[in-house]
């Protein structure tokens, strides 16, 4: 099998083996590779700087292949994403921008498929996608929760995020989703529902049926908004309108009752609604001192 070099009636010594030139070959493909992940690197960056002059914080959805992200992705988008029962059949991270019930809105991203005992240099082939994750404000772990392996398959996940170096200081930032609840038979629904309501940051959901989806959303503003400033307002009994204002608008942490009729109101407001509340309530708001926002 080697290539013979020479002429004019005579054969000259042994020319490159076809193992050299395959290895050569296969050298040359990694290096082509190599380039082009860099370059896409590169493009991720330039698309991270735009979005951080648009300040919507970002939420990306990480789970298990097969956990049903993009079928998620599409009911909380309104979008029609590739979603499939196929290994990586996400590979492009797909963004779209979402509004909240209460007009916060965010950037929604999805995400490649987690699968057992995925290899570092794996990890590094995908990092352009698996990059919005570390970046993320708030993690979605999506878990398949119908699946009798639900629980090694968050094993796997968990493992990945902390050799992403998303570790335990970050974990307040990841919301678990179990997702595919519509799967589920009476008996082990009910359990399960049971078991997520027990469980700090976790919400039982089928993103087929949009089952659960409302306390999704409630999780995600709460966490996104732990940074919000808190504001102090004074209504009167007649003053409905400003109490519905309050409720839709921001998170209602505290309402205290007082003889007299009034209502004070302690809520969490983003940035673009506390101007509106000044603007509406005028002398009855305030912003509380910065030790009660740390307390809170």
Not at 265 to 275: C, N, S
């Amino acid at each position: 099998m080697e290539r013979q070099r020479g002429g004019f009636g005579f054969l000259g010594g042994p020319g490159e083996s076809q193992l050299e030139a395959d290895r050569r070959l296969i050298q040359e493909r990694i290096k082509k590779i190599e380039t082009l992940l860099e370059s896409v690197v590169k493009t991720r960056e330039l698309h991270r700087k735009g979005r951080e002059r648009v300040p919507y914080p970002i939420v990306a959805l990480v789970g298990y292949t097969n956990a049903g992200k993009s079928t998620l992705f599409n009911k909380l988008t309104r979008s029609d994403v590739l979603a499939k029962d196929l290994l990586f059949a996400t590979l492009d991270p797909t963004m779209r921008r979402i509004e909240l019930p209460r007009g916060r809105k965010a950037v929604l991203s999805d995400t490649v498929g987690f699968i057992s005992d995925l290899p570092t240099a794996l990890i590094a082939a995908f990092r352009a996608t698996l990059e919005e994750v570390v970046e993320a404000d708030v993690i979605l772990h999506v878990r398949d929760i119908s699946h009798p392996e639900t629980e090694e398959q968050a094993e796997d996940v968990n493992r990945v995020l902390s050799e992403l170096g998303i570790g335990e200081d970050r974990r307040e930032a990841v919301i678990e989703v179990w997702n595919k609840a519509d799967l589920l038979k009476p008996e082990l629904l009910e359990l399960r529902r049971s078991q997520a309501a027990r469980k700090p940051n976790c919400v039982l959901v089928s993103a087929v049926t949009g089952v659960g989806l409302d306390a999704l959303y409630d999780l995600i503003e709460h966490r996104l908004g732990s940074a919000d400033p808190l504001f102090e307002v004074f209504l009167d009994p007649t003053d409905g309108k400003g109490q519905a204002w309050l409720h839709e608008s921001g998170e209602v942490l505290e309402r205290t009752m007082f003889e007299d009729g009034r209502a004070r109101f302690v809520v969490r407001l983003t940035t673009d609604k506390a101007g509106q509340a000044q603007a509406r309530f005028g002398n009855h708001i305030r912003l509380l001192e910065l030790k009660r926002q740390a307390a809170e």
